[in-house]
């Protein structure tokens, strides 16, 4: 079975394409505080296709916290002089909200005040997915 769940926060902004099929695909990388010694993280880089990239792309970014269910897999290539590369990555499945949308960065980069006050209750009808 390969099934990862992971909390964490983005390393930087969701980097959105679209494939020559039409499908989006969204990479980003995500930090993870170890269990027992919070000062040290491990990252993840991730990728997510369709609606799951549309969600990630359109409503998260950087420092924000996110909760991801997927698979790991690897990737494999030759590089330049025909050597085997690999690379692991978390290819999603599912994603959730970790933080109000108020204690989130913005895509400005302006400062938040952290207010009770700043909180836009969202109906579930209003959300994407």
Known sequence: MNNIVIKGR?????????????????????????????????????VAWNKTADIIANHFVKGQGILLRGEMQQRQWQDKEGNNRYAWELLVDE???????SSAPEKSQEPQ??????????EDADLPF
């Open 113 to 122: 005040s952290g207010n009770i006050d700043d909180f836009v209750p969202v």
């Open 10 to 46: 983005l390393t930087k902004d969701p980097e959105m394409k679209v494939m020559q099929s039409g499908k989006n695909v969204v990479n980003f990388s995500v930090a993870v505080n170890r269990r027992f010694n919070r000062d040290i993280a491990d990252f993840f880089d991730c």
């Open 95 to 101: 994603v959730e909200f970790c933080e109000p949308k």
